[in-house]
């Protein structure tokens, strides 16, 4: 789960992380107001939405006075921003942050994350701070810099040190590196966060170090006990799609092709994909309805896929160890007749109950097309979604 800006910065100055002054709005006039509030005569308007490239964007403008303060956030409120990251869509902005002006004299970036291939929290920073990180460790990966944290004996001074020599900074800065970076690892572990973020912390020009921008990935499986940080979901930013499965409790992701997928199990829906590109075709999702399916489930799945206007077809894989094959087909007429399906249905299933599952689908009279194997049943829909001869 993702935060704003100003949700993140919040969580910052709770943990002591210095940031800029700064006021949320929802509309020109708060935003106008805000400024009375914040010091200096420049202030940053930045639209709220859960992604980066926002300058690029237009979604951060700086100002010089209360009334230019007052258009940017006109500007921006009930707009959808549109970055490298959102699609062509783009995301609602329904927040700007309006936030005093910094005086910038260097960028660093810096970020928290967990390192799963040595099962460490790494401290990932470049000198290239205000940059695409991904470009940065493309073109130049001498500038990026990491240091893993050993769980039992967490972050250590040398660490840090180490960090902040390599980003170029000397006498008090080092120790003010230090004070964010522990901060920045106790609040990762504190709030079971998958991704804490700063680009750029800056370094001011009277020598100050100051998180410029807050990026903040909340890890979804322990929202459970991070209540507070649960009620700051925005699911206005969130794919419908997603969102929609979220209440099904159905592992969904949306992307770009028109053969919708049904699968049980993250391996198998994965290899189901993979066989439909390889033969042609493009997956409109990654679906997985989880090893205690229901027929109700495999209902809500049905629906969820066919609200996507571009599915052609609906690939069915489904392997029964856990689940049953017959709940599943079930559960796939269920759909079938409440739904109204309009497009080709491909089954395959094997496992627990295949056969009674097979019956089941053939005595339905529903228009649903078997396949023998998984090669067949991606064959059959890459050819029934349009994209090839429907194989015999």
Known sequence: ??????????????????????????????????????PGGVWVVKAQVHAGGRGKAGGVRLCRSPEAV???????????????QTGAAGLPIHQVYVEA???????????????????RVAFVASAAGGMDIEEVAATEPEKILRVDVDPAAGLQPYQCRRLAFGLGLEGGQIAQFERIARALYRLYLERDLSLVEINPLIVTRAGELVALDAKINVEANALYRQQALAKLRDESQEDAHELEASRHDLNYVSLDGNIACMVNGAGLAMATMDLIQLHGGAPANFLDVGGTATAERVTAAFRLVLSNERVRAVLVNIFGGIVRCDVIAEGIVQAVQQVGVKVPVIV?????????????????????????????????AVALAGGARVPA
């Open 70 to 84: 007052a258009e940017a956030a006109a500007a921006m409120l009930g707009q959808r921003l549109v970055t490298k």
């Open 101 to 119: 002006g910094s005086a910038i004299a260097r960028e660093i970036y810096l970020s928290v994350l967990l390192n799963r291939d040595r099962g």
């Open 348 to 380: 395959r299933l094997e496992g627990t109950n295949a056969e009674q599952a097979r019956s089941a689908l053939a005595a339905s009279g529903l228009a649903i097309t078997a396949a023998r194997d998984l090669t067949d049943a991606a064959t059959k």
């Open 1 to 38: 789960m993702n935060l704003h800006e100003y949700q993140a910065k919040a969580l910052f100055a709770e943990y002591g992380i210095p940031v800029p002054p700064g006021r949320v709005a929802t509309t020109a006039a708060e935003a106008q107001a805000a400024t009375a509030a914040l």
